[in-house]
């Protein structure tokens, strides 16, 4: 059905054109469909920054559980951990990359892996810096020395 419906040639004029009821997408590679996917405001980019900010966030939590695990942080009472994270931790770090994701790549350039590195990159600062406010609790006694587990790297800040 999609390969009926259209088809991809390399016309002299760089628009699209109908011929017969069917269309013909200008451009020359198979990539511009690719481009026309992640277009900026189109679903393709709706359905990206919900893949990569929903995963960033996804492992920005398992990194949080992993360090309060470590350091055996209890940061709610008796409410377990998990669950602060599950209600807390993953809406706000969802919205913080959903956003970040969206401006950024919005507003990045025309370029489209240009836009998505700049964005994935804004997303890493972001949800460091949310591991450094929320991941090591200064105010939550725990048994590493300053919430930072151990298997932490050295030389990323927290």
């Given amino acids: 059905m999609f390969a009926e419906s259209w088809s991809l040639v390399v016309p002299d004029e760089p628009f699209a054109t109908t011929r017969r009821g069917v269309r013909h997408l200008a451009g020359g590679s198979l990539n511009v469909m690719g481009m026309a996917f992640a277009a900026k405001g189109s679903k393709g980019e709706s359905f990206l920054a919900v893949v990569v900010g929903g995963g960033a966030a996804f492992g920005l939590v398992v990194i949080t559980s992993r360090a309060w695990k470590a350091c055996q942080v209890d940061i709610a009472g008796s409410v377990p951990n998990g669950l602060t994270l599950l209600f807390l931790g993953l809406p706000i770090a969802l919205i913080v990359n959903l956003v970040l994701f969206n401006i950024v790549f919005r507003y990045a350039g ?27 609790p200064a105010a939550s006694p725990g048994i590493c020395p300053g919430n930072v587990p151990p298997w932490w790297p050295e030389w990323i800040p927290t």
């Fill in 110 to 136: 025309k370029a489209f892996l240009f836009s998505l590195v700049a964005a994935l990159i804004a997303i890493a600062i972001a949800d460091l810096a949310l591991f450094s406010w929320q991941g090591t």
